[in-house]
């Protein structure tokens, strides 16, 4: 098929490949060149321009009194911006906040929102503005001959495709935007900085980016912070015109308080104070006790945060603050902007500066000539009115007798036209305030200003001097001190959440239903605690509250979480399972509490097991971790201690049988089946019921339903013999032990 033909009515076809694909680029340039990426020249997006070039004609200037912003917005949308009037006063907005602009160009009056909150503005029929001194620097040469102008939507109007900037705006207030495939996020510089690195790159076009960065520090943002990024990576990121940085909040410290008074750029204090508050709820900031909001007009930025003692260290604090909140943010650039030949471009900060020196140059030049052309043209009427002056007895006759004065007078004089309609527009009363003089001092002074002009034009150093001396007189008038601190720091880490705990003595309660609580103290009476109805005590550990609790279930995975966020005990408890996610069928049967370095007896009823490190089974998957692997038709064997001083391991058979072997003949395992420590015969069905560990001096608890057997050293060593043998019975009537206890 023909990219396009026609058919016997006269329609137009188009395959739909071709068409879509059209439409698709006409839109995405649309959105690139016309909505969301600036022009380098003045640094704005059209919807920004239309604006302020319009207040201009609403005669909104700093001196003069501020009118309601509808009033404004009524304007753009009705002769330049035909799109939502809600949009338009939002980029109305941004350009008036403080907060968001290092230099603001609208002056705005009432409520135009907080650094708390951005989009709190008041609606635009409560609101006032008026363009600020720095929209000056945008306006002030619009009317000189310096810019392009085109019409408007409608063609009913004309407006300027770009403003004739004085200053680098592009840099100075930043931009960010997102076009189809492409986006722009220019932080904003000082204007002092700026200023002195056009002035230095003029008097060396050969200067490197890292030369330009002695003057240009970094980003200057108008909320103030530090930026944390090394010298290296911002050279980086200048070079190639994009990269992140990163920006921290800056904070100080009075009366053990700490006080932070400057964030990040559009960072909300408010936001920052419910990322903190969550922690606290969720226990990870035990050392904080309070947190408040004292920001107010004199200082938009003062949030305190009080921890519980002196003994606080708060550098680490505020560190971990920095890891795990807004206070430290990363901040991406990208220089992608519209050249001044119309096309989007990632500039390196150099190759950015050096676009905007020729618009400049180019600006300057427009306006020079344009003002020449006016002085060209005033010279020429005044030697007509001149000419009228030395002969005007003639000139009034000619006037008084001839049907065409004015072509008697161009033959008569030798004239132009031009100079013939200047003579003829002249009101008899101002006859005689034409004195030879007057026009001859006037025609000396505009000779004297077109050739300096022609000079200038002629002389690029001239240009260049031209322009270096309007940035240091705007730089004087517009700059200010640098606001954004750069101090060279390690990114923050946040602190090992156990290490954030306070150090204090609690008792694990797990109930045989799996609940689970938390009491102050070792000294826990454990016949007083009450369980809910068909449940009862299962088993308790010791600790401390920064360790982390281990739970196996009976399929052999561990579950871990910090000590100080199991419930506590004044109530009967809560499902451990509703903690994590268990395997369906899944019941925890075990605990294990303690030191990272404690020594564990992990073991199943098929008489296997391992010793294994209770820093092995910490698990930060919800899902736990496979520890045990159960040998078909077992069960987990409640976890035992060994201690410092574990010299045998017992084991127990439920048919009676006890076995004791040296502690140093059993491996020790990260997971797995484990090795034999009891022989079971199958024809006996018997099964491992219980192990445990003892010192040479311990005596052993020998427990079957509810008799209780003591088996003191000298008798233990009857049962002694070698890890996998069955083992001896216990006794007579002792067929069925449940469980073994060592006793000191």
Same mark, same amino acid.
């Given at each position: 098929?023909?990219?396009?033909?026609?058919?016997?009515?006269?329609?137009?076809?188009?395959?739909?490949?071709?068409?879509?694909?059209?439409?698709?680029?006409?839109?995405?340039?649309?959105?690139?060149?016309?909505?969301?990426?600036?022009?380098?020249?003045?640094?704005?997006?059209?919807?920004?321009?239309?604006?302020?070039?319009?207040?201009?004609?609403?005669?909104?200037?700093? %001196?003069?009194?501020?009118?309601?912003?509808?009033?404004?917005?009524?304007?753009?949308?009705?002769?330049?911006?035909?799109?939502?009037?809600?949009?338009?006063?939002?980029?109305?907005?941004?350009m008036?906040?403080?907060?968001?602009?290092?230099?603001?160009?609208?002056?705005? $009056?009432g409520?135009?929102?907080?650094?708390?909150?951005?989009?709190?503005?008041?609606?635009?029929?409560?609101?006032?503005?008026?363009?600020a001194?720095?929209?000056?620097?945008?306006?002030?040469?619009?009317?000189?001959?310096?810019?392009?102008?085109?019409?408007?939507?409608?063609?009913?109007?004309?407006?300027?495709?770009?403003?004739?900037?004085?200053?680098?705006?592009?840099?100075?207030?930043?931009?960010?935007?997102?076009?189809?495939?492409?986006?722009?996020?220019i932080?904003?510089?000082?204007?002092?900085?700026?200023?002195?690195?056009?002035?230095?790159?003029?008097?060396?076009?050969?200067?490197?980016?890292?030369?330009?960065?002695?003057?240009?520090k970094?980003?200057d943002?108008?909320?103030?912070?530090?930026?944390i %990024?090394?010298?290296?990576?911002?050279?980086?990121?200048?070079?190639?015109?994009?990269?992140?940085?990163?920006?921290?909040?800056?904070?100080?410290?009075?009366?053990?308080?700490?006080?932070?008074?400057?964030?990040?750029?559009?960072?909300?204090?408010?936001?920052?104070?419910?990322?903190?508050?969550?922690?606290?709820?969720?226990?990870?900031?035990?050392?904080?006790?309070? #947190?408040?909001?004292?920001?107010?007009?004199?200082s938009?930025?003062?949030?305190?945060?009080?921890?519980?003692?002196?003994?606080?260290?708060?550098?680490?604090?505020m560190? $971990?603050?920095?890891?795990?909140t807004?206070?430290?943010?990363?901040?991406r650039?990208?220089?992608?902007?519209?050249?001044?030949?119309? !096309?989007?471009?990632?500039?390196s900060?150099?190759?950015?500066?050096?676009?905007?020196?020729?618009?400049?140059?180019?600006t300057?030049? *427009?306006?020079?000539?344009?003002?020449?052309?006016?002085?060209?043209?005033?010279?020429?009427?005044?030697?007509?009115?001149?000419?009228?002056?030395l002969?005007?007895?003639?000139?009034?006759?000619?006037?008084?007798?001839?049907?065409?004065?004015?072509?008697?007078?161009?033959?008569?004089?030798?004239?132009?036209?031009?100079?013939?309609?200047?003579?003829l527009?002249?009101?008899?009363?101002?006859?005689?305030?034409?004195?030879?003089?007057?026009?001859?001092?006037?025609?000396?002074?505009?000779?004297?200003?077109?050739?300096?002009?022609?000079?200038?034009?002629?002389?690029?150093?001239?240009?260049?001097?031209?322009i270096?001396d309007?940035?240091?007189?705007?730089?004087?008038?517009?700059?200010?001190?640098?606001?954004?601190?750069?101090?060279?720091?390690?990114?923050?880490q946040?602190?090992?959440?156990?290490?954030?705990?306070?150090?204090?003595?609690v008792?694990?309660?797990?109930?045989?239903?799996?609940?689970?609580?938390?009491?102050?103290? $070792?000294?826990?009476?454990?016949?007083?605690?009450?369980?809910?109805? *068909?449940?009862?005590?299962?088993?308790?550990?010791?600790?401390?509250?920064?360790?982390?609790?281990?739970?196996?279930?009976?399929?052999?995975?561990?579950?871990?979480?910090?000590?100080?966020?199991?419930p506590?005990?004044r109530?009967?408890?809560?499902?451990?399972?509703?903690?994590?996610?268990?395997?369906?069928?899944?019941?925890? !049967?075990?605990?294990?509490?303690?030191?990272?370095?404690?020594?564990?007896?992990?073991?199943?009823?098929?008489?296997?097991?391992?010793?294994?490190? #209770?820093?092995?089974?910490?698990?930060?998957?919800?899902?736990?971790?496979?520890?045990?692997?159960?040998?078909?038709?077992?069960?987990?064997?409640?976890?035992?201690?060994?201690?410092?001083?574990?010299?045998?391991?017992?084991?127990?058979?439920?048919?009676?049988?006890?076995?004791?072997?040296?502690?140093?003949?059993?491996?020790?395992?990260?997971?797995?089946?484990?090795? !034999?420590?009891?022989?079971?015969?199958?024809?006996?069905?018997?099964?491992?019921?219980?192990?445990?560990?003892?010192?040479?001096?311990?005596?052993?608890?020998?427990?079957?339903?509810?008799?209780? !057997?003591?088996?003191?050293p000298?008798?233990?060593?009857?049962?002694?013999?070698?890890r996998?043998?069955?083992?001896n019975?216990?006794?007579?009537n002792?067929?069925?032990?449940?469980?073994?206890?060592?006793?000191?």
């Open positions: 098929m023909k990219e396009q033909e026609l058919n016997f009515e006269g329609i137009e076809q188009v395959p739909i490949s071709a068409f879509t694909e059209k439409a698709y680029m006409d839109y995405s340039m649309y959105v690139v060149l016309d909505r969301a990426l600036p022009f380098i020249g003045d640094g704005l997006k059209p919807v920004q321009r239309r604006i302020i070039f319009a207040m201009s004609g609403l005669g909104l200037s700093f %001196s003069s009194k501020p009118k309601k912003s509808a009033r404004t917005i009524g304007d753009v949308i009705g002769k330049f911006h035909p799109h939502g009037d809600s949009a338009s006063y939002e980029a109305m907005v941004n008036a906040q403080p907060f968001g602009y290092r230099y603001p160009i609208i002056d705005g $009056h409520n135009w929102g907080s650094q708390d909150d951005p989009k709190s503005f008041a609606a635009m029929r409560y609101t006032e503005a008026r363009l001194k720095y929209a000056q620097t945008l306006l002030e040469e619009i009317n000189l001959g310096t810019v392009e102008w085109g019409q408007n939507f409608d063609g009913t109007l004309q407006e300027p495709k770009t403003l004739p900037s004085k200053l680098p705006n592009l840099l100075l207030n930043g931009v960010s935007g997102i076009a189809v495939g492409m986006s722009t996020d932080p904003p510089h000082n204007l002092r900085e700026v200023n002195s690195a056009l002035i230095r790159l003029i008097d060396n076009p050969d200067m490197t980016t890292g030369q330009i960065l002695k003057n240009i970094g980003p943002f108008p909320s103030g912070g530090e930026i %990024s090394s010298k290296k990576e911002l050279l980086d990121i200048y070079k190639k015109g994009s990269g992140i940085l990163r920006v921290r909040a800056k904070y100080q410290i009075y009366e053990n308080e700490i006080i932070i008074t400057e964030l990040p750029h559009q960072i909300s204090g408010a936001k920052i104070l419910e990322q903190i508050a969550a922690q606290m709820r969720a226990k990870k900031l035990p050392m904080l006790d309070d #947190l408040r909001d004292e920001s107010d007009h004199e938009p930025t003062r949030l305190v945060l009080s921890p519980k003692s002196n003994r606080v260290d708060l550098a680490l604090l560190n $971990h603050l920095f890891a795990t807004d206070l430290e943010k990363s901040v650039m990208n220089f992608n902007i519209i050249g001044i030949d119309g !096309k989007p471009k990632v500039f900060l150099k190759a950015l500066l050096e676009e905007w020196l020729v618009f400049r140059t180019t300057v030049k *427009n306006r020079i000539g344009n003002r020449l052309e006016q002085v060209t043209e005033r010279l020429h009427i005044l030697e007509g009115l001149l000419i009228a002056y002969n005007i007895d003639e000139v009034i006759a000619i006037i008084r007798k001839e049907d065409e004065p004015k072509e008697k007078l161009i033959k008569r004089f030798k004239i132009t036209e031009i100079q013939a309609n200047s003579i527009d002249l009101k008899l009363r101002f006859l005689a305030k034409l004195e030879e003089i007057k026009i001859k001092t006037e025609i000396q002074e505009l000779s004297d200003e077109r050739l300096q002009l022609e000079k200038i034009l002629e002389s690029k150093l001239k240009i260049n001097t031209l270096k309007e940035l240091i007189s705007l730089a004087e008038l517009h700059g200010d001190n640098r606001r954004t601190e750069l101090i060279e720091r390690e990114a923050a946040a602190i090992d959440e156990s290490k954030l705990v306070s150090n204090e003595p008792t694990i309660i797990l109930s045989k239903n799996g609940l689970v609580r938390s009491a102050k103290g $070792h000294d826990v009476d454990l016949d007083k605690l009450t369980y809910r109805q *068909n449940d009862s005590f299962l088993s308790s550990a010791l600790g401390r509250s920064n360790q982390i609790v281990v739970f196996m279930d009976n399929k052999g995975k561990a579950y871990s979480i910090l000590s100080h966020k199991l506590s005990a109530g009967q408890g809560e499902p451990i399972a509703s903690r994590f996610k268990l395997e369906d069928g899944a019941s925890f !049967k075990s605990m294990f509490f303690g030191k990272e370095t404690d020594k564990w007896l992990v073991t199943s009823s098929a008489g296997y097991g391992f010793i294994i490190s #209770l820093n092995s089974l910490y698990s930060r998957n919800k899902s736990g971790k496979a520890i045990l692997n159960l040998p078909k038709n077992s069960e987990v064997i409640p976890a035992k201690p060994i201690g410092e001083k574990g010299k045998y391991i017992a084991a127990v058979s439920s048919d009676g049988r006890l076995l004791l072997f040296e502690i140093e003949d059993f491996p020790e395992l990260s997971r797995g089946k484990g090795n !034999k420590i009891l022989s079971l015969p199958k024809k006996t069905n018997a099964y491992m019921t219980s192990v445990c560990a003892l010192s040479k001096e311990d005596s052993l608890i020998v427990v079957s339903g509810d008799r209780k !057997k003591i088996i003191k000298a008798e233990l060593s009857n049962f002694i013999g070698k996998g043998q069955r083992g019975l216990v006794g007579r002792w067929k069925k032990i449940d469980t073994l206890i060592p006793k000191s």
